[in-house]
């Protein structure tokens, strides 16, 4: 069936670091594929998403490309700040998916100054 | 308001005891859906309904039951609730289709 796999965490960074969290999905189609934030206490927004092959999700200076020759569909941001600290999830939603949304288990990223 | 609102913001839940989950949207959103956060495991999909009138069982639906008598609300019941059933629980919306999912503030739910 439809799933997608991210990277475990928790992260560790220190201010302005790079930041790559590892996404890869498994669908059949063509998924939508998106990236939603969840800080602490908080419900998920949704971060960036892109909707077909080599689209380029961006927002608050993260960015994703959606891959389909390697399924993946990677975040990252050049330099992370401690308000970027928080719990970021992978999603994919499509056709073939019944258009329900399928979470990855969450990557917890803490940024230290 | 303005989004999606949810209630109660917390709750603590003797076991048998029943319990409904409120959630309301003000986007004229057609779907919306039901989730539990668990830690390690992600969010997993109880219930959904794609329109007002319809509803359909996610992942893990045992034990709830949801209602969609408007485009707004979506309740969610626990009937008869047990310690299993403690989590987080979040209430979404989406235009439909393969769109973007809207969330709550969330729900936490104890039950001993």
């Known amino acids: 069936g439809d799933s997608v796999t991210q990277m475990e965490g928790p992260v560790t960074l220190s201010e302005e670091a790079c930041l790559t969290i590892?996404?890869?999905?498994?669908?059949?189609?063509?998924?939508?594929l998106f990236w939603y934030v969840q800080y602490p206490g908080e419900g998920l927004q949704l971060l960036l998403k892109a909707t077909k092959a080599d689209d380029k999700g961006s927002n608050k200076g993260f960015e994703a490309t959606y891959r389909k020759e390697t399924t993946s569909f990677h975040l990252e941001k050049g330099s992370v700040q401690v308000s970027d600290s928080a719990v970021y999830f992978c999603?994919?939603?499509?056709?073939?998916?019944?258009?329900?949304?399928?979470f990855g288990t969450g990557t917890s990223l803490t940024v230290i100054p | 308001i303005a989004g999606i609102t949810q209630a109660p913001t917390s709750q603590i839940l003797a076991a048998g005891r029943r319990m409904t989950l409120r959630c309301t949207q003000d986007m004229r959103h057609n779907a919306m859906y039901w989730y539990r956060q668990d830690l390690g495991l992600g969010l997993r999909l109880i219930h959904y309904s794609n329109t007002a009138g319809t509803t359909g069982k996610g992942e893990v639906p045992d034990g709830y039951s949801v209602s969609r008598a408007n485009t707004d609300d979506f309740p969610l019941t626990l009937a008869s609730a047990v310690p299993s059933q403690t989590s987080v629980y979040f209430c979404?919306?989406?235009?439909?289709?393969?769109?973007?999912?809207?969330f709550g503030p969330g729900t936490r739910l104890t039950v001993l």
């Open positions: 999603a994919l939603s499509g056709s073939n998916t019944g258009n329900q949304f399928y």
């Open positions: 590892n996404c890869t999905y498994t669908a059949t189609g063509y998924p939508s």
């Open positions: 979404a919306s989406s235009e439909g289709g393969p769109l973007a999912q809207y």
